[in-house]
């Protein structure tokens, strides 16, 4: 695998990035390429096809990892055996990141009990019925329709939901560059990159085949959603901003981008928590169907 060359990925890898993750389906939020893209100008991480299957690497002086590849599984095997071989020649233990069960359950058939496991919570992925989360119903959920009912009554004839096109782009760009400065994210790298990703995925719209959601009040965009297809039956959420300060901005903005853009599919992924107290309580307070459970692979000690 030494000879093989690993690259960013950029707007023209496209086409070929998209064609192993449509026929290699997961549920895993990773596996876009617009996610891909985006995130790799935060991250050193590169790709290439290694033996008719796409592999992802992440490495520097200190170590090197990978992700599952996608493709057939006799392809996948043989990939993973040079990417097992190459960790060897760098002298880095084979480590994997990103792996769901069902991938660690087909690498445990061929290698069986030659690796280990460790999922991450931080994480996992928040899986939900489209159904509940467009109606809200249900004793559970109470508390989110009474957010909505009073978002409706003090905005009454003032709001409006409408799809992201070329037409409103440029008012959800100001919107965001105004998010940013009063979440103050230039003093945090990890805001700062995440504004970042928001900021290109709105500038890319288009290019990247997202689609996306916006809420005005008065006219004036005050939430807005960005998301695409993942497979047959389920839809990601990459992006979602409101302002704070409007009282139940974000409950209406998902709400009304799943009724709108999102009844075609069954679930809606509306990725991790990345650990945040904050946002795990907000996750959980939707009640997911289910979690897509991520971990690192590692091998066992002989």
Not at 4 to 32: G, P
Not at 82 to 100: C, D, H, I, Q
Request: glycine letters at 4%.
């Amino acid at each position: 695998m030494e000879a093989i060359q690993f690259k960013r990925a950029e707007l023209e890898d496209q086409e070929i990035i998209a064609h192993y993750f449509e026929h290699h389906t997961s549920r895993s939020c990773e596996r876009t390429f617009a996610n891909v893209y985006l995130w790799s100008r935060q991250y050193p991480v590169k790709w290439a096809i290694v033996q008719n299957a796409l592999v992802f690497k992440s490495e520097d002086e200190n170590h090197v990892s990978f992700a599952y590849p996608a493709g057939a599984p006799e392809d996948v095997k043989n990939a993973l055996e040079e990417m097992m071989e190459y960790s060897k020649e760098k002298g880095r233990p084979f480590l994997m990141y990103n792996v769901t069960p069902e991938y660690f359950e087909q690498l445990n058939e061929w290698y069986p009990e030659r690796f280990q496991i460790e999922y991450d919570r931080d994480s996992a992925d928040y899986v939900y019925e489209s159904e509940k989360l467009a109606t809200l119903s249900g004793k559970k959920l109470h508390g989110k329709r009474n957010h909505i009912n009073k978002f409706k009554s003090l905005c009454d004839g003032r709001w409006s939901y409408e799809s992201m096109t070329g037409e409103n782009l440029e008012d959800c760009f100001q919107m965001a560059l105004k998010w940013r400065k009063e979440n103050e994210c230039e003093d945090d790298d990890e805001k700062r990159g995440e504004m970042c990703v928001a900021l290109n995925s709105l500038r890319l719209f288009k290019e990247l085949h997202l689609t996306g959601g916006v809420l005005r009040i008065d006219g004036e965009v005050v939430a807005f959603t960005i998301g695409e297809p993942i497979c047959e039956d389920t839809y990601v959420v990459h992006i979602e901003k409101a302002y704070a300060d409007v009282q139940g901005a974000y409950t209406m903005i998902n709400q009304q981008f799943v009724e709108h853009e999102c009844m075609n599919y069954k679930y809606v992924n509306r990725e991790d928590d990345t650990g945040a107290e904050g946002l795990r309580k907000a996750k959980l307070s939707y009640r997911p169907a289910f979690m897509v459970e991520k971990g690192d692979v590692t091998e066992k000690d002989v």
